[in-house]
C-alpha cells in the first residue's frame, strides 16, 4: 500500500539533545512537508521541499533542519535551539510542487516531548 | 499569515447541519479543507480554486467568496462520523506553494 511513514509515533527527548524524525513516502510525490501541531494552534509549516536537494523555510524554521537526498526521504532535525520543542510533528506531500491543485496526504505523526 | 476560522467549537445532534467558516486578511487562490480526528492525521475533504473549480467530498460542501476573501464549510444532515477538528488551509495569489492553516474547528456530533 502506499502511503507516508513517520517514525517513531512517541519520541523522548532530554533537553538540550537534537533528535530526528523520519519521514518517508512510497507515493513518488514530489513535494513533501513538515507541520508543527500545538493545541489550538492549527498547523504551522516548519520547511518545506518541492524537488530533491532543495527545499525553504516554512513560518517557524528556527531550531529545526532538513535535508532532501532523496525524493522519498525529508527527515526532520529537531536541534536543541529549539525552545519549545514538544508538540506533534506532522509530515505531508502532494504529486506536484503545487499545493493549490493538489492533495495534501499526511502521514501519522510523531509526538515529541522534551523532558 | 494564518486565516481565521469560527466558530471554535460546535456542538451537533445527528441530522442538524452546520456551517464553518475560514477568513483570509489576504487575496486568496486557493481554500483547502480538512479533517483531523483526535491523535491521528488530517484526511483531505475539498479544494476550491479562484474561478470557481471545486474538487472533494460528496456529502460535505463548500463555498468560496473570492471578493471577500472567505470560505465556508457546510455540514448536511450531520453523522456521528463527521466529529473531529476541521482545519482550512489557504494558499495566497503569490503560489509560494505553500498553505497556511487555520487553528481549527472542533465539531462534536452526539446521537
Known amino acids: 500500500d502506499g502511503g507516508i511513514t513517520q517514525s517513531p509515533k512517541y519520541l523522548f527527548r532530554k533537553e538540550g539533545q537534537n533528535v530526528t524524525l523520519s519521514c518517508e513516502q512510497n507515493l513518488n510525490h514530489d513535494a513533501m512537508y513538515w507541520y508543527r501541531q500545538d493545541p489550538g494552534q492549527g498547523l504551522r509549516l516548519i520547511y518545506y521541499?518541492?524537488?530533491?536537494?532543495?527545499?525553504q523555510k516554512g513560518d517557524i524554521a528556527e531550531g529545526y533542519s532538513v535535508s532532501r537526498e532523496k525524493k522519498e526521504s525529508f527527515p526532520l532535525t529537531v536541534t536543541s535551539a529549539q525552545k519549545n520543542p514538544t508538540a506533534f510533528y506532522l509530515c505531508?506531500?502532494?504529486?506536484?510542487?503545487?499545493?493549490?491543485?493538489?492533495?495534501?496526504?499526511f502521514g501519522p505523526g510523531t509526538r515529541l516531548t522534551v523532558l | 499569515q494564518q486565516p481565521v476560522q469560527s466558530p471554535q467549537a460546535v456542538i451537533l445532534r445527528e441530522g442538524e447541519d452546520a456551517v464553518i467558516n475560514c477568513s483570509s486578511s489576504k487575496a486568496l487562490y486557493s481554500v483547502h479543507w480538512y479533517r483531523q480526528k483526535h491523535g491521528e492525521a488530517p484526511v483531505f475533504l475539498m479544494i476550491?480554486?479562484?474561478?470557481?473549480e471545486q474538487k472533494g467530498h460528496e456529502k460535505i460542501s463548500a463555498s468560496f467568496n473570492e471578493k471577500k476573501q472567505q470560505s465556508s464549510l457546510y455540514l448536511t444532515a450531520s453523522q456521528l462520523s463527521y466529529s473531529g477538528t476541521y482545519f482550512c488551509?489557504?494558499?495566497?495569489?503569490?503560489?509560494?506553494?505553500?498553505?497556511?492553516f487555520g487553528a481549527g474547528t472542533t465539531v462534536t456530533v452526539r446521537a
Open positions: 488551509g489557504t494558499e495566497g495569489l503569490s503560489n509560494d506553494y505553500k498553505l497556511s
Open positions: 476550491l480554486l479562484k474561478g470557481g
Open positions: 505531508a506531500s502532494t504529486p506536484g510542487g503545487i499545493p493549490s491543485t493538489d492533495t495534501q496526504y
Open positions: 521541499s518541492q524537488i530533491v536537494n532543495d527545499f
